[in-house]
């Protein structure tokens, strides 16, 4: 898949998504870092798979439930806490439910937390998405 073709970009995997807190590389490898984006969302929110894929992993991590879709071409997109009955091996369609925001997880459960890989690196997720429609500002008065 090639992120700078508008038609190639993945869609949203909860309806009308807020970004509450954006990716933020590390400075090394192992360092502390955000590696993915959170998506504003209440636990029991339906999560979309963005694009066609397979389910590469799902269980929990530390202590929350994960699941990780393969893309193919070594992308891998990851969600947390994402509660799914997915086995492994499954092959889902863009726009196919793939589970349910679950509770706990960084956030609190206020959030879903999305991160991609590519060839083995995180990268920002904002590289696949369509692009949230940019805000108009009007001069006050205006309105």
Request: hydrophobic share 40%; glycine share 16%.
């Amino acid at each position: 898949m090639d992120p700078s073709e508008p038609e190639g970009r993945w869609s949203w995997p909860v309806v009308s998504p807020t970004v509450a807190a954006p990716y933020a590389a590390p400075p090394t490898r192992y360092a502390a870092g955000h590696r993915g984006i959170d998506l504003t969302a209440a636990a029991g929110t339906p999560v979309a798979a963005p694009d066609g894929a397979v389910v590469r992993f799902a269980g929990t991590v530390v202590d929350r439930p994960v699941l990780t879709l393969d893309h193919g071409g070594g992308v891998l997109s990851s969600f947390e806490p994402l509660s799914s009955d997915l086995p492994v091996g499954s092959a889902v369609a863009r726009g196919e439910v793939i589970g349910l925001v679950g509770s706990g997880g960084h956030c609190g459960g206020g959030c879903l937390h999305v991160g991609v890989r590519m060839h083995g690196e995180y990268v920002s997720p904002m590289l696949f998405f369509a692009r949230v429609p940019p805000a108009v500002l009007l001069p006050l008065g205006s309105g």
